[in-house]
């Protein structure tokens, strides 16, 4: 929150006070575009304002010799002039794309996971079970319906990136040169093998068998068993994104300037290439039904696009998170899309549609990463507030 980083720093250092408020500022004029992906934008905007406002009379009466004074009525021009600024927005924008979510829900259990946040989290084809891996270092596996722990694995780097299978029986991680798999089936003992140079992002297909990592500029696909290396791709920019459809057919992989390449995964044959006009990384990747050929990416900014890849036209683009989108995910069944964001959300979509459906509130923290269940009913979120949620949504 903007409170806690003023806090923070102000306790550190004083004199970075200043500049803390002057970022903010910053921040503030650069939202009239932003807003339009924001559906309580102002009304956000005003809260934390006012919550700035409260923090620093405080940090005024603690500390008289600051002044503060020129922030303040500097912060109140630069939103009153927001405030016009969104509404003529406002009244270009779409009505559509303003409708509201018509259903909130809680979650109805809370697991306390992992120390150091929770980074993955998978939901197991039975629907029955979840695997999460953590920033402490451990992919542990628990009960969906009683959130009981049922097994840990140990030597995962915390700070790397995880993927399971379908079925949550070959759990991957990676980091700097090494990929780590597990076959908890087999055993807690993790197999590892060379993965080059730093990993920079990871999955693995929905049988367990291959994996596909980016490092650099290549997007390497290996055989999730042996670890031996099945080919190596191109991207020809740094490698922020990977995923391979369901049916082993094509894999995507995302880099700067929004570009998003499209391989054969059975030849490494370049299919297509689709971008967009902005310059975001393209840093989440996800594949719907293979029949549709629905691509969903996400970048720096805090809106979802959703592309034919097929075609390579850009479908739709979804707005409603308040800050960058860390997960996308599609149900098995095609028709729901889940995203989890640094807004410290959960939500829902229609996915042929792009409608709003759910906001999924509670976490204290970045939502690092979303699962659906297989029947569509079910969505587990793991957050940096060390805790799984698991959220009922019934049909819908």
């Known amino acids: 929150m903007l409170i806690e980083s003023l806090s923070r720093n102000y306790m550190t250092e004083q004199t970075s006070l200043r500049k803390i408020v002057a970022q903010l500022v910053k921040r503030v004029r650069g939202l009239p575009e932003q807003v339009l992906s924001l559906e309580k934008g102002y009304a956000q905007l005003?809260?934390?304002?006012?919550?700035?406002?409260?923090?620093?009379?405080?940090?005024?009466?603690?500390?008289?010799?600051?002044?503060?004074?020129?922030?303040?009525?500097?912060?109140?021009?630069?939103l009153a002039e927001l405030k016009k600024q969104?509404?003529?927005?406002?009244?270009?924008?779409?009505?559509?794309?303003?409708?509201?979510?018509?259903?909130?829900?809680?979650p109805i259990t809370t697991i306390s996971a992992h120390k150091g946040g929770v980074k993955f989290v998978a939901i197991a084809a039975d629907g029955q079970h979840i695997a999460s891996g953590g920033g402490d270092g451990t992919i542990k596996g628990w009960n969906l319906n009683t959130g009981e722990l049922q097994r840990t694995l140990a030597g995962a780097d915390g700070s790397g990136r995880f993927a399971a299978s379908a079925d949550n029986q070959t759990l991957a991680n990676c980091h700097t040169?090494?990929?780590?798999?597990?076959?908890?089936?087999?055993?807690?003992?993790?197999?590892?093998?060379?993965?080059?140079?730093?990993?920079?992002?990871?999955?693995?297909?929905?049988?367990?068998?291959?994996?596909?990592?980016?490092?650099?500029?290549?997007?390497?696909?290996?055989?999730?068993?042996?670890?031996?290396?099945?080919?190596?791709?191109?991207?020809?920019?740094?490698v922020f994104s990977v995923?391979?459809?369901?049916?082993?057919?094509?894999?995507?992989?995302?880099?700067?300037?929004?570009?998003?390449?499209?391989?054969?995964?059975?030849?490494?044959?370049?299919?297509?290439?689709?971008?967009?006009?902005?310059?975001?990384?393209?840093r989440l990747l996800a594949f719907g039904l293979a029949k549709e050929k629905v691509l969903v990416s996400g970048g720096d900014d805090s809106s979802i696009k959703l592309w034919n890849f097929g075609t390579g036209e850009q479908l739709r683009v979804l707005y409603g998170h308040m800050r960058r989108v860390?997960?996308?995910?599609?149900?098995?069944?095609?028709?729901?899309?889940a995203s989890g964001s640094e807004d410290e959300t959960v939500r829902v979509w229609d996915l042929s549609?792009?409608?709003?459906?759910?906001?999924?509130?509670?976490?204290?923290?970045?939502?690092?990463?979303?699962?659906?269940?297989?029947?569509?009913?079910?969505?587990?979120?793991?957050?940096?507030d060390m805790t799984i949620k698991i959220w009922r949504l019934g049909q819908m």
């Open 46 to 78: 005003s809260v934390e304002l006012s919550e700035l406002k409260q923090q620093l009379a405080e940090i005024r009466q603690q500390q008289p010799s600051v002044s503060l004074s020129s922030a303040d009525d500097q912060l109140a021009v630069e």
């Open 86 to 106: 969104v509404a003529e927005l406002s009244q270009q924008r779409p009505a559509s794309t303003l409708s509201k979510p018509s259903i909130n829900f809680s």
């Open 177 to 238: 040169s090494k990929i780590w798999v597990w076959v908890p089936r087999i055993g807690d003992q993790a197999h590892a093998f060379a993965s080059g140079q730093s990993c920079s992002c990871l999955t693995i297909s929905r049988d367990g068998q291959l994996l596909i990592n980016g490092h650099g500029r290549n997007v390497n696909v290996w055989d999730a068993r042996t670890g031996q290396l099945v080919r190596s791709l191109d991207h020809e920019d740094t």
């Open 243 to 282: 995923a391979i459809s369901a049916d082993k057919q094509t894999i995507a992989s995302g880099s700067r300037k929004y570009n998003i390449k499209l391989w054969d995964a059975s030849t490494g044959e370049l299919i297509s290439t689709l971008s967009d006009s902005n310059d975001n990384v393209v």
């Open 326 to 337: 860390r997960s996308v995910v599609v149900s098995d069944n095609g028709k729901l899309l």
């Open 353 to 384: 549609t792009g409608e709003p459906l759910s906001v999924l509130s509670g976490h204290l923290g970045l939502v690092n990463s979303v699962a659906i269940s297989p029947d569509g009913q079910t969505i587990a979120s793991g957050s940096d």
